[in-house]
């Protein structure tokens, strides 16, 4: 028989964390393009789960990288956002990455038909098939209102000294038209809010006036040209449909533009399932399940997380789920996630093997209070391929035969569970291998624990009889994602039909405690100092070998489910198999509210374990909560590791994010003990350490349970149970305890996340700032953002204005949606994008756009990023090595041959021999420091910033398989750019000639 440690090493490596699986389909050159209705309708749907505060999400995984690289981009539409960092457009249209081609600048403007702008819309629409145009403009629109300020207290142009002061001006027609519409006496607030939509028209008439391919492609229909507000403060967007002057303008001729005049579903009452809701019936409730199932396989799952409504709902109204699932603990197999189910619709049981094998026990009954109290009326016995609990004890049965005494825990389950490894081998047949015995005995133990349900328990033997509830079968598919749904247990009208059995596990009767020898509801409650006794003398009978507590008998049972619980003590556990912590403490059921994770720790002050806490001591009644930690724990002894490895990374897996949580404790340890302390003398103190962490934890972050220990109510507790000899080392309460209690309740960790950046946030320093960008894009790659969902609070505090940490030039491929490559926050960046990430203009959109970012809003960052495969670069290497030189027609053809400089440097470095391939690849990193010198030999305001050290302008590639970012640093040509003379764009030379 193999060893204990073996067993639970396979059984380890069976329950691996994976990653999330990719969850919706990436657009690419294989799909057809999509007719503008259609991609509207898209836009209009994502935009509504985004204010539904149930977004689909847009995680991807390296496969739709890579098919996002092979194949090519081929967005549904194409848009022109503001560059406002409170209004990221893939978020705002919960679009995944290939949906949406997007370009932005400050105040979604187009000022030269030549420039990035139109060019980029030109090539979206006529190169990668993009059939609808969106004008996007924004309330509380910082340029909007620069210029309608501009344009109201000088009303006669000035000659534009910066490109800022250039952009201003340009949109000064803009506010001039919305002052004639608002009329004699509007206020400049009205002005500006009038404008907003009076910009998005003179966008949309931009592009109709000056763009012969597009204009041509509205005309034939092929394309159209849509316009919309996004309000900040409800994130909705008014989508207001065509330009009204459409169809006159592609009556009339094209004009020239000023700029080439010389060069040419329902979920309960309160939106979660509630104890307000009626009951649903069993064949509803399954039919719920696959479902959910369906659109989770599917990769179209509608669950959400829960609002603050929402959350006081399910507490205020109570739990009525619509199911019990007993399924297995295996971290591959999360339940709820399976089925796409919102909080309130589940009550989940999980453990190892999805097994019963005491009728007394805390599956069974928690299923007869889902069925008896909650109102359940279906319970789903859940298996999955793969089961590491179900190969172990195949294994187990396959090697040794003959029962062995078992000498952990661990061993006892295998060994329950031989009775199923059994049948499964006299069903699979002689000849049948190890696995194929294994994979039949999933399916048999999910029947043989159904089995258990309806010989065992009477109430529930008695409500299937009824008809009142229904038991079924599933197994879930790890590979496909999919649940085989089996049905009802094939032997159960002849169970049903049969007495009931007495269970195994209950044929000695112990002794009585409490009024029905259990404690339940119709027992006081026990004072806070009785129950530590109480929890002492259990434990000293447990490790003297000579335990009182005995199986439940019926009457016991029933008492229990009639009385409810008042357990006279909540425990926070390790959730280590060594320490059952029932046994530890020779308790019968009733008496302990037992809370177990690994590392018995709290990292949530909303999560689970502190929930669970508040609800023991506030609605059972519970005086005494004891935060057991214990000798020899592993997720201790991990997280000591973790810490002496030092460095930074995000968290790969949860039991990576687990660790490095832990890590602190694990620093402090060390800062007690001092240099020279051994791992394992360090990893024993952080043991101790951690139970007073987890402690304080309570008594900061929870205000129920920090009120009722200042009142005296309540007692917080600590102790230590040592595997070696079974006794508690009780600790007493936290050394910290008077001074956390007199402090103020803080706000916990978990709970800052989600803060937005407003101008109340001061200036960061570029390096924090770079450090973010980066942080983020690990966090992106490895599948870990940390970034949620935007709710009505964060979008009322954006409004009050923005403050932007960094200012980002992208490239408009749909591939690379910043926010998301950065897991980045609303606010947190200032977004400029074209194709191309490029500048063309001194006095364009794009350097005016930041000096705005880096005067008024004072970002201290320019973060400038390329990517590979860019199409835009792609097209100017074809054109340049094939030697294009014709007059440019069009302002597609313009930007390519703006681009050629930078194909002809790439060209230059790398020799003759290099192919196409490699001149476009090198070319992209080239032309990512071009722009940035740009930047430094063209805006005077950005070069005196950078030289005095105020600002830094940094760059990056993005990999489109990888999804990782390079960083490349500041520009090799910085220096000698800042202490030369600013020279004097291209661009600028003939106005200023002319001036």
Not at 237 to 262: K, N, R, Y
Not at 348 to 375: D, P, Q, Y
Not at 613 to 618: A, P, S
Request: charged share 20%; net charge neutral; glycine share 10%.
């Amino acid at each position: 028989m193999p060893s204990v440690t073996m067993v639970f090493a396979q059984l380890a490596d069976a329950f691996s964390f994976c990653t999330s699986p990719d969850v919706r389909h990436v657009r690419t050159t294989a799909d057809p393009p999509m007719a503008p209705e259609e991609s509207l309708k898209m836009l209009k749907e994502g935009n509504r789960r985004f204010v539904d505060g149930r977004p689909l999400g847009a995680r991807t995984k390296d496969a739709a990288r890579r098919q996002l690289v092979d194949q090519g981009q081929a967005p549904h539409t194409a848009i022109i956002g503001c560059a406002d960092s409170r209004a990221p457009l893939e978020t705002i249209f919960d679009a995944m990455p290939g949906d949406l081609f997007v370009l932005r600048n400050a105040g979604n403007t187009c000022t030269h038909a030549e420039g990035s702008m139109v060019g980029s819309l030109e090539f979206a629409t006529g190169k990668l098939g993009s059939r609808l145009i969106l004008v996007l403009g924004h309330t509380n629109c910082g340029a909007i209102a620069g210029a309608t300020k501009t344009y109201l207290e000088a009303k006669v142009p000035q000659k534009a000294g910066s490109a800022l002061q250039g952009l201003l001006q340009d949109l000064g027609a803009v506010a001039e038209q919305a002052v004639q519409e608002a009329g004699p006496g509007a206020s400049a607030d009205e002005v500006t809010a009038r404008a907003v939509k009076v910009n998005v028209y003179h966008t949309m008439s931009f592009l109709l006036r000056f763009s012969e391919s597009i204009r041509s492609a509205v005309r034939e229909g092929t394309v159209q040209i849509q316009g919309g507000i996004y309000n900040l403060e409800t994130g909705s967007v008014d989508f207001l449909g065509a330009l009204p002057t459409q169809t006159e303008l592609l009556d009339s001729t094209m004009a020239i533009p000023p700029s080439m005049v010389e060069a040419g579903e329902a979920r309960g009452k309160h939106g979660v399932r509630t104890g307000a809701d009626s009951a649903v019936p069993k064949d509803v409730a399954l039919k719920m399940l696959k479902a959910g199932n369906e659109r989770f396989a599917a990769g179209a799952p509608t669950a959400t997380q829960t609002s603050g409504p929402m959350r006081k709902a399910l507490v205020q109204c109570g739990q009525a789920p619509h199911s019990a699932i007993l399924g297995c603990a295996d971290s591959r197999v999360p339940v709820d996630t399976v089925f796409d189910a919102m909080p309130g619709e589940l009550f989940v049981l999980r453990n190892a093997g999805n097994t019963c094998t005491h009728a007394e026990g805390s599956m069974v009954g928690s299923l007869e209070f889902a069925t008896g109290k909650l109102g359940s009326r279906l319970i789903l016995v859940l298996g999955h391929t793969n089961c590491g609990a179900i190969a172990g004890a195949t294994k187990t049965y396959l090697e040794a035969k003959v029962p062995q005494k078992a000498g952990s825990a661990l061993q006892g389950l295998l060994q329950d569970l031989g009775a199923v490894a059994e049948q499964a081998v006299q069903e699979a047949g002689p000849g049948a291998s190890a696995d194929e015995v294994t994979a039949r005995a999933v399916k048999v133990n999910v029947y043989h624990t159904m089995s258990f349900l309806l010989r065992f328990s009477e109430s529930i033997r008695s409500a299937v009889r009824e008809g009142t509830v229904q038991i079924q079968g599933g197994i879930y598919n790890l590979e496909t994602g999919s649940v085989d749904f089996l049905g009802a247990l094939p032997t159960q009208t002849e169970l049903l039909d049969s007495t009931m059995a007495i269970p195994p596990s209950m044929v000695e009767a112990g002794e009585a405690r409490g009024k029905h020898g259990v404690r339940t509801g119709a027992d006081s409650a026990v004072p806070k100092d009785v129950a530590l006794k109480m929890l002492k003398a259990g434990n000293e009978r447990f490790a003297a070998g000579a335990p009182t507590a005995t199986q439940t008998s019926g009457p016991m049972r029933k008492a229990l489910v009639q009385c409810g619980q008042a357990p006279h003590s909540a425990i926070l556990g390790c959730a280590d198999s060594r320490v059952p912590v029932d046994t530890v403490f020779d308790a019968m059921p009733g008496e302990l509210f037992v809370l177990r994770n690994a590392g018995n720790t709290c990292t949530h002050a909303e999560g689970s374990m502190v929930g669970s806490l508040e609800f023991c001591t506030g609605k059972l009644g519970s005086r005494l909560i004891l935060v057991l930690g214990h000798t020899k724990c592993g997720a201790i002894a991990g997280a000591t590791q973790t810490f002496q490895a030092g460095g930074e990374k995000a968290p790969g897996s949860a039991l990576e994010g687990l660790l490095q949580g832990l890590s602190v404790v694990a620093k402090e340890a060390s800062e007690e003990l001092g240099p020279g302390a051994l791992q394992e003398e360090l990893a024993a103190h952080a043991t101790k350490v951690n139970v007073f962490s987890s402690m304080n934890f309570l008594l900061k972050y929870s205000e129920p349970i920090r009120e009722l220990v200042r009142k005296g109510d309540l007692d917080i507790q600590g102790g230590i149970y040592h595997l070696e000899t079974g006794r508690v080392e009780f600790l007493g309460r936290s050394p910290q305890q008077a001074e956390l209690l007199a402090a103020e309740g803080t706000l916990p960790p978990s709970m800052a996340l989600g803060t937005v950046r407003t101008t109340s946030d001061g200036p960061m320093a570029p390096q924090a700032a770079l450090k973010l960008l980066k942080v983020g894009n690990e966090r992106f790659v490895v599948g870990a953002p940390k970034a949620g969902k935007v709710h009505s609070s964060m979008r009322e505090t954006l409004a009050t204005g923005q403050a932007p940490h960094t200012a980002l030039v992208g490239c408009a491929d749909s591939r690379v949606p910043l926010e998301t490559v950065f897991d980045a926050l609303p606010g947190d960046l200032f977004v400029l994008r074209n194709a191309g990430n490029t500048c063309t203009h001194a006095e364009g959109s794009v350097l005016g756009s930041l000096e705005f970012c880096t005067g008024p809003l004072k970002t201290r960052l320019i973060f400038v990023l390329g990517h590979t495969s860019c199409g835009a670069i792609k097209g100017a290497t074809s054109a340049f090595l094939s030697g294009q030189k014709k007059k440019a027609p069009q302002a597609l053809d313009a930007l390519l041959q703006g681009l050629g400089s930078v194909v002809s440097d790439a060209q230059k470095e790398l020799g003759k021999k290099a192919t196409e391939e490699q001149v476009a690849a090198h070319a992209v990193k080239l032309n990512v420091f071009h722009t940035m010198n740009f930047m430094l030999k063209y805006s005077e305001p950005i070069r005196q910033k950078v030289r005095s050290g105020e600002l830094e302008i940094q760059g990056g590639v993005y990999d489109l398989q990888t999804g990782r970012v390079e960083f490349l640093g500041a520009s090799p040509s910085q220096a000698k750019l800042v202490a030369a003379e600013g020279a004097v764009a291209p661009s600028l030379k003939s106005k200023m000639q002319g001036a």
